[in-house]
């Protein structure tokens, strides 16, 4: 059996480091909210529709409807036939997938945040790794340490956007970029 390509492996590591990086930006000793399963359907850039698990948390809007999966698709450079839908997240907040599972994918997750839960989450991520990124949302940044992963503070929100290209760092955090730039109007 051939070995996973080592930027693979990486790629997956960045998108494990996203999702623990999404559970903490909530801040805090509190608790979130129980998850409200609710059937959704997500649909396939080609258009088919797909049976998927939906997750309501009061309060936070639904990811998976800030852009379409055809806008996901073509911004991020992911493959034809994508699939989409939302994910379980343990952060109190909502996430949505497209291509989970396979090497180029995204994951676009809300969460509602305060300015300070936000600070204080950019704040355990070392200075000399976080680079502003002005004129996106009321404040946003990226790190070298997560390549692809965009956190976007709005209106009470911290929109975190993780692309992986399995093949390319560099076009992962522009792609990422471009998709926050696309989402963040809606939230």
Same mark, same amino acid.
């Given at each position: 059996?051939? $070995?996973?390509?080592?930027?693979?492996?990486?790629?997956?590591?960045?998108?494990?480091?996203?999702?623990? #990086?999404?559970?903490?930006?909530?801040?805090? %000793?509190?608790?979130?909210? @129980?998850?409200?399963?609710?059937?959704?359907?997500?649909?396939?850039?080609?258009?088919?529709?797909?049976? #998927?698990?939906?997750?309501?948390?009061?309060?936070? @809007?639904?990811?998976?409807?800030?852009?379409?999966?055809?806008?996901?698709?073509?911004?991020? /450079?992911?493959?034809?036939?994508? +699939?989409?839908?939302?994910?379980?997240?343990?952060?109190?907040?909502? $996430?949505?997938?497209? !291509?989970?599972? /396979?090497? %180029?994918?995204?994951? *676009?997750?809300?969460? #509602?945040?305060? +300015?300070?839960?936000?600070?204080?989450?950019?704040?355990?991520?070392?200075?000399?790794?976080?680079?502003? *990124? @002005? !004129?996106?949302?009321?404040?946003? =940044?990226?790190?070298?340490?997560?390549?692809?992963?965009? %956190?976007? =503070?709005? /209106?009470?929100?911290?929109? !975190? *956007?993780?692309?992986? /290209?399995?093949? $390319? =760092?560099?076009?992962?955090?522009?792609?990422? +970029?471009?998709?926050?730039?696309?989402?963040?109007? +809606?939230?």
């Amino acid at each position: 059996m051939p $070995s996973p390509r080592p930027a693979t492996i990486v790629a997956i590591a960045a998108l494990a480091l996203t999702v623990s #990086a999404t559970s903490s930006a909530c801040g805090g %000793d509190s608790t979130p909210p @129980p998850l409200a399963p609710v059937a959704t359907g997500s649909t396939s850039a080609g258009g088919a529709t797909a049976s #998927a698990q939906g997750f309501v948390v009061p309060g936070v @809007p639904d990811p998976c409807a800030l852009l379409s999966a055809d806008q996901v698709v073509q911004i991020a /450079h992911l493959p034809d036939g994508v +699939k989409s839908g939302a994910i379980a997240s343990t952060s109190g907040g909502r $996430s949505c997938a497209y !291509n989970a599972g /396979h090497p %180029d994918t995204v994951t *676009i997750s809300l969460t #509602a945040v305060t +300015k300070s839960g936000f600070d204080a989450f950019r704040a355990t991520i070392p200075a000399g790794t976080v680079t502003a *990124i @002005p !004129n996106l949302g009321d404040e946003a =940044y990226r790190s070298t340490q997560t390549p692809g992963v965009i %956190d976007v =503070y709005k /209106h009470g929100f911290d929109l !975190n *956007i993780a692309v992986i /290209h399995a093949d $390319s =760092y560099a076009s992962a955090t522009d792609d990422a +970029k471009a998709v926050a730039l696309a989402a963040v109007g +809606k939230v």
